[in-house]
């Protein structure tokens, strides 16, 4: 699939204020299926397929940052059979984009861990962060393997370990320790599947960000969908009178 030019693309908004960074927790694949009385898995296919639609989605906002939640620690508690259906799955979304990504200057940031994960998906995952670790366009985080209180476990053991003196840890500083060092906070939590629920989901990076929930399933979260939802952000924060570095 071919994508135009991003700076092109990128139209005169027609929001007050645009989220700079959108995190998405992509939930409803099962539903989706069973509504359709087809298998869990195919909620998955067209869940994976759905993620080149919403990223061309955000581009065409003007959103350079997109943090995505694919896998999370608590997921392995999932059957075998849709584990490995899932991973699958993502291993062709890997090879199908990878190099779409390279040349369309979209950096892949991979928040979470790699143990555990199959040996060819985590080289997949690692070769596609290492080939388009040079591009500044777009910054793609996607959270596979991840939770939160992990990571801000894994920032402490890296700050102790490097013997960081108490009085100079600073948010600022602190923020250098996490997976999305220099991704900024999260301005936009979307949900889809319409949980209320926050599942883990990067704590720190969203603890001053607007959480929006939608009851359409991850497979049907189209343009119409994201603009719903940047709607209510731009409406929330003129609203409350905020101003942040963000707004554009
Ligand atoms: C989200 O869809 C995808 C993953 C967590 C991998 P779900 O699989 O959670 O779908 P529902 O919530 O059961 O409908
Ligand atoms: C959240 O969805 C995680 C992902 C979207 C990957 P889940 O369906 O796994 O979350 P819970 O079970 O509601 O916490
Ligand atoms: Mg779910």
């Known amino acids: 699939m071919q ?9 005169e908004s027609k929001f007050r204020h645009l989220p700079r960074h959108v ?4 939930d409803g694949n099962g539903r989706w299926a069973s509504q359709r009385n087809l298998p ?36 392995w508690g999932r059957p075998k059979e849709e584990i490995d259906g899932f991973f699958n799955l993502l291993a062709e979304v890997i090879d199908r984009e990878t190099e779409n990504f390279r040349t369309q200057g979209v950096r892949l940031i991979h928040s979470g861990s790699l143990e555990g994960v199959p040996a060819r998906l985590a080289e997949q ?51 250098r320790y996490l997976y999305t060092a220099g991704l900024g906070d999260m301005d936009l939590v979307i949900r889809t599947g319409g949980d209320e629920r926050l599942s883990n989901f990067f704590p720190w990076q969203a603890a001053r960000g607007v959480f929006y929930t939608t009851p359409t399933f991850w497979p049907d979260f189209d343009e119409i969908e994201l603009e719903k939802a940047l709607v209510v952000y731009d409406h929330f924060l003129s609203t409350n009178g905020v101003r942040t570095a963000n707004d554009q």
Not at 3 to 11: D, F, H, Q, S, V
Not at 126 to 152: D, K, P, S, W
Request: aromatic share 8%; with cysteine.
């Open 3 to 11: 994508l135009p030019k991003i700076a092109i693309e990128r139209t």
């Open 23 to 26: 995190g998405i927790m992509m």
């Open 40 to 75: 869990r898995l195919a909620g998955h296919r067209y869940g994976t397929q759905n993620v080149r639609r919403a990223l061309d989605a955000c581009q065409k906002f003007g959103i350079r940052v997109v943090t995505l939640y694919v896998f999370s620690t608590e997921n």
């Open 125 to 175: 995952v690692a070769h596609a962060v290492a080939v388009t670790r040079e591009n500044r366009e777009y910054m793609l985080n996607v959270a596979f393997n991840y939770g939160g209180r992990m990571e801000i476990l894994r920032a402490i053991r890296r700050i102790l370990e490097e013997k960081i003196p108490a009085e100079v840890l600073s948010e600022e500083l602190f923020d």
